[in-house]
T-cell receptor, first 111, second 114 residues
Framework: GQNIDQPTEMTATEGAIVQINCTYQTSGFNGLFWYQQHAGEAPTFLSYNVLDGLEEKGRFSSFLSRSKGYSYLLLKELQMKDSASYLCAVSDMDSNYQLIWGAGTKLIIKP | DADVTQTPRNRITKTGKRIMLECSQTKGHDRMYWYRQDPGLGLRLIYYSFDVKDINKGEISDGYSVSRQAQAKFSLSLESAIPNQTALYFC?????????????FGSGTQLSVL
C-alpha cells in the first residue's frame, strides 16, 4: 500500500543544522515534494526531487534515494522563522499522479 | 491580493446543515483541488478538477460534492454536515505542467460542525 512516514516533531537551535527525514512506500513513484506550513497558514512549496541526489536551494536542500524510498530536507543556519511544519508528499502514478501526503514534521527552533 | 482565495475563513455550523465553501483563483490555472487537514494526519484529497468539464473523486469524497462554475471557481459542499467533518479545508491550484507541478494553496477554511 501507500505510506509516508516522517517524525512528528523535532527541536533545533537557532543557527544550527537540522535534517528532517521522510520514508515512503508507493507503487508508482513519480517525484517527491517538500512543503512548509506555518501554524494557521497554507502550505507553500519548498522543493521537488524525482532523480536520486541532492537539490540545493539557498539554506534548504532536499535529498532523494529512490532505491531506499527515502528523502530528507536539510535546513542550514536555522532562523526563528523556520519554526513550522514540514510536509513530505509523493506523486503516485497509480493514483492519477495525485499527491500522497505525510502527516508533517513540526520543527521547533529555540534561541 | 491573494492568488487563491477561500471564503469563509472560519465557519461554525450544526449537524445536518448544508454548507458551501468557496474558492476562487486569479492564477489562470486549469487544475483545482479540495483537501482537508486533520491534526496528526496528512492532507487528504476530497475532489479535484482538471478543467471546467472534468470532476474527479479523491481519497475521501463521501459526504462531499463539488461544483466547478468556471475556470476560476471551485466550490465544495457538505450536504448534511456531521461532526467528523470538522477540519481545516484547503483549496489549491496547479498549472498542469506535468509531474513536477506544484500546488498553490488558499489560506484555508476552519470548519467546525457541532
Amino acid at each position: 500500500g501507500q505510506n509516508i512516514d516522517q517524525p512528528t516533531e523535532m527541536t533545533a537551535t537557532e543557527g544550527a543544522i537540522v535534517q528532517i527525514n521522510c520514508t515512503y512506500q508507493t507503487s508508482g513513484f513519480n517525484g517527491l515534494f517538500w512543503y512548509q506550513q506555518h501554524a494557521g497558514e497554507a502550505p507553500t512549496f519548498l522543493s521537488y526531487n524525482v532523480l536520486d541526489g541532492l537539490e540545493e536551494k539557498g539554506r534548504f536542500s532536499s535529498f532523494l534515494s529512490r532505491s531506499k524510498g527515502y528523502s530528507y530536507l536539510l535546513l542550514k543556519e536555522l532562523q526563528m522563522k523556520d519554526s513550522a511544519s514540514y510536509l513530505c508528499a509523493v506523486s503516485d502514478m497509480d493514483s492519477n499522479y495525485q499527491l500522497i501526503w505525510g502527516a508533517g514534521t513540526k520543527l521547533i527552533i529555540k534561541p | 491580493d491573494a492568488d487563491v482565495t477561500q471564503t469563509p475563513r472560519n465557519r461554525i455550523t450544526k449537524t445536518g446543515k448544508r454548507i458551501m465553501l468557496e474558492c476562487s483563483q486569479t492564477k489562470g490555472h486549469d487544475r483545482m483541488y479540495w483537501y482537508r487537514q486533520d491534526p496528526g494526519l496528512g492532507l487528504r484529497l476530497i475532489y479535484y478538477s482538471f478543467d471546467v468539464k472534468d470532476i474527479n473523486k479523491g481519497e475521501i469524497s463521501d459526504g462531499y460534492s463539488v461544483s466547478r462554475q468556471a475556470q476560476a471557481k471551485f466550490s465544495l459542499s457538505l450536504e448534511s454536515a456531521i461532526p467528523n467533518q470538522t477540519a481545516l479545508y484547503f483549496c489549491a491550484t496547479s498549472d498542469g505542467q506535468g509531474s513536477r507541478e506544484k500546488l498553490f494553496f488558499g489560506s484555508g477554511t476552519q470548519l467546525s460542525v457541532l
